[in-house]
């Protein structure tokens, strides 16, 4: 990933969580466990290769943990780490935020004069 620019913290971790699927993935894993498949279902617009780039960005970080077991097939699990379940605060502001957009008017577009 890309060094900061700023140096600012804010910049920081929109390094990591930036973009449109790595705080609802940490989201979705703040229930728990949970395999690749089920992960796709939550949520149906991401694609098979950006899941497989985010779930690798936050294991590379230290967010998640994948877990592999030996059955046939093989089962993968992702679970947050201990460093990965400090980002509840950070869903659940985003949640009540998200909740609070969807529950004001529509903003009126402006009129020129």
Do not use: H
């Amino acid at each position: 990933m890309k060094n900061t620019l700023t140096g600012c913290s804010v910049e920081e971790s929109m390094r990591l969580l930036g973009g449109r699927w790595r705080l609802l993935v940490v989201s979705f894993l703040l229930d728990g466990p949970k395999r690749f498949s089920d992960l796709r279902r939550d949520m149906p617009a991401i694609s098979q290769r950006m899941l497989t780039l985010d779930l690798r960005a936050l294991e590379d970080a230290g967010l998640l943990r994948r877990t592999v077991y030996p059955t046939s097939p093989v089962k993968v699990e992702y679970a947050l780490t201990d460093d990965g379940e400090r980002m509840r605060p950070v869903v659940e502001v985003m949640r009540e935020f998200g909740l609070w957009l969807k529950s004001r008017p529509a903003a009126q577009p402006k009129v020129k004069a």
